[in-house]
């Protein structure tokens, strides 16, 4: 919800298996940070629900793009299940802020 209504104040976002169904935003934001906001979707190659996850990050990447977002991408990860992979998210918010 924060990546749409407050962008501005991120560096960037990641999920690991999160779902999407476009809930509590009533409002995007039209801040000029959310062109360059980058967004990741990881998702465990393993996950049971990896299905229906996919389908709803590719929903939020359709959303996300009508409102102007453009650094998008979504990675499975190879031998993980639902977790929340927190080395992989750590390191790729550190990346994040090399480039800063």
């Known amino acids: 919800m924060t990546v749409f209504r407050q962008p501005e104040r991120l560096l ?3 999920t690991t298996g999160g779902n999407f169904r476009n809930r ?3 409002k995007v934001s ?5 062109m360059g906001l980058p967004v990741k979707g990881f998702l465990g190659e393993k996950d049971d629900a990896r299905t ?3 389908t709803q990050f ?4 359709d959303f996300a793009t009508t409102y102007g977002y453009k650094v998008l991408s979504f990675d499975i990860i190879k031998g993980e299940g639902h977790t929340p992979m927190p ?3 750590l390191a790729y918010f550190y990346s ?3 480039t800063k």
Request: charged share 40%; hydrophobic share 40%.
């Open 12 to 14: 960037g976002d990641a």
């Open 24 to 26: 509590c935003i009533d």
């Open 30 to 34: 039209v801040a000029p940070e959310r």
């Open 52 to 54: 229906p996850l996919e």
């Open 58 to 61: 590719k929903d939020a990447q």
């Open 87 to 89: 080395d992989l998210v």
């Open 96 to 98: 994040l802020l090399k």
